[in-house]
C-alpha cells in the first residue's frame, strides 16, 4: 500500500491485490479522510508503467476531474505530486511539461485572434479542453462575468505555463 499526500485536503491511496488471473491496482482519492471516487486496473501479465499504480493514479485524476470532485488545479498538484513521488524519469517529466505548455500557448492565443473578451475566452476554453481531457467548467460558468472568466481561465493558463 501506498499513499500519496497532494495538498492539506487530499490524498491518494493504492494498493495491490491479487486476481485469479493477475493482479489489480485499487485507489481511492480522499479529501478529509472521507472517500470521494475510486479506480481500478486489472493485470494479467507485466506492466507497461514507467512506476508503480501510474496507470491507476491517472485513471483515479480523471474520474474526479469528469464527477467535479476536484478542481483542474489540484488535478494539475496531483499529478506533479504521484508523478515525483515515484521517481519518474525525468524525461517523461519535461515531456508532460511541454505538453502542458503547448497547450497554455495555444489557448493563450485567444488574446490575439480574438475580437473581444468574450471570443478569446471561448477560444481559450475550447483550446483547454481539447488540450486536458476532462477538464470541465463549474456549473455556473455560463452566468459568470467576463472578466471573471478571464481571470479564472488566465490562472489555469499560468499553471500549465509553470508545468
Known amino acids: 500500500m501506498q499513499t500519496f499526500k497532494i495538498n492539506k485536503e487530499l490524498s491518494a491511496i493504492c494498493r495491490s491485490e491479487r486476481t485469479r488471473y493477475g493482479f489489480r491496482h485499487l485507489a ?27 496507470t491507476v493514479l491517472g485513471d483515479l485524476k480523471d474520474r474526479a476531474v469528469k464527477n467535479g470532485s476536484i478542481t483542474a488545479k489540484e488535478a494539475l498538484t496531483m499529478h506533479k505530486k504521484t508523478v515525483g513521488a515515484n521517481g519518474w524519469r525525468k524525461e517523461d517529466a519535461e ?12 489557448a493563450k492565443m485567444g488574446d490575439v485572434i480574438a475580437k473581444t473578451p468574450k471570443e478569446a475566452n ?37 499553471e500549465l505555463k509553470n508545468g
Open 28 to 54: 481511492t482519492l480522499m479529501r478529509n479522510g472521507y472517500e470521494i471516487t475510486s479506480a481500478k486496473a486489472c493485470y494479467y501479465n507485466r506492466t507497461w508503467e514507467c512506476y508503480e499504480y501510474q
Open 95 to 106: 515531456e508532460t511539461a511541454r505538453q502542458f505548455g503547448a497547450v497554455a500557448m495555444v
Open 122 to 158: 471561448e477560444w481559450k476554453q475550447r483550446m483547454l479542453k481539447a488540450g486536458l481531457s476532462g477538464l470541465q467548467m463549474p456549473d455556473d460558468w455560463d452566468s459568470l462575468p467576463e472578466e471573471t472568466k478571464t481571470e479564472r481561465l488566465n490562472k489555469i493558463i499560468e
